[in-house]
T-cell receptor, first 113, second 114 residues
Framework: DQQVKQNSPSLSVQEGRISILNCDYTNSMFDYFLWYKKYPAEGPTFLIS?????DKNEDGRFTVFLNKSAKHLSLHIVPSQPGDSAVYFCAASSNSGTYKYIFGTGTRLKVLA | NAGVTQTPKFQVLKTGQSMTLQCAQD?????MYWYRQDPGMGLRLIYY???????DKGEVPNGYNVSRLNKREFSLRLESAAPSQTSVYFCASKRGSRGEGEQYFGPGTRLTVT
């Protein structure tokens, strides 16, 4: 049972436009969410996070939105740049749980120059 | 500051062979993790260690053992490798033992079992 789902395996966006990556979760106990970026042959690197007490967190070109009622979060990248081309993973955890992070299957973003 | 290091980078094993994947972090983090990444499956947690001296099973622990040797090092052992264990293995660490905070990942070990 996939508790964290990224239903779009891939996404292509023109340089300068907005990229929107989506993530859905099923476990209502999740209260902390993260996005990671992964380049080929490298480990994932942390991008941005959000706690369930917020509905938005912004860091430069990256904004994460959390809709708790819909159990949905999204990552917005504005403007998109060719260097943003990578695989993006969302992850979720529960503060009352066992400190484990559950990852989605990833979305491959391609930013076209 | 090297962050999280993993050895080896690549390994080919025959079915039934054993090996240990090494991981070390120099950030004085409390928690350490082992994941595997397979195509279309994302990152799945094999084992984790919330603090020195403790280890717990993750989502896919069968066929693996771990040792938290000290605060810096967390090793993953395959006692009898199987083709189903062909994967890319990532080690990660996190400052806290619970709750929020990002994980820092190593560069990965690509393992092929024939």
């Amino acid at each position: 049972d996939q508790q964290v789902k990224q239903n779009s395996p891939s996404l292509s966006v023109q340089e300068g436009r907005i990229s929107i990556l989506n993530c859905d979760y099923t476990n209502s106990m999740f209260d902390y969410f993260l996005w990671y970026k992964k380049y080929p042959a490298e480990g994932p690197t942390f991008l941005i996070s959000i706690s369930s007490i917020k509905d938005k967190n912004e860091d430069g070109r990256f904004t994460v939105f959390l809709n708790k009622s819909a159990k949905h979060l999204s990552l917005h990248i504005v403007p998109s740049q060719p260097g943003d081309s990578a695989v993006y993973f969302c992850a979720a955890s529960s503060n009352s749980g066992t400190y484990k992070y559950i990852f989605g299957t990833g979305t491959r973003l391609k930013v076209l120059a | 500051n090297a962050g999280v290091t993993q050895t080896p980078k690549f390994q080919v094993l025959k079915t039934g062979q054993s090996m240990t994947l090494q991981c070390a972090q120099d950030m004085n983090h409390n928690s350490m993790y082992w994941y595997r990444q397979d195509p279309g499956m994302g990152l799945r947690l094999i084992y984790y260690s919330a603090s020195e001296g403790t280890t717990d099973k993750g989502e896919v622990p069968n066929g693996y053992n771990v040792s938290r040797l000290n605060k810096r090092e967390f090793s993953l052992r395959l006692e009898s490798a199987a083709p189903s264990q062909t994967s890319v293995y990532f080690c990660a660490s996190k400052r806290g033992s619970r709750g929020e905070g990002e994980q820092y990942f190593g560069p990965g070990t690509r393992l092929t079992v024939t």
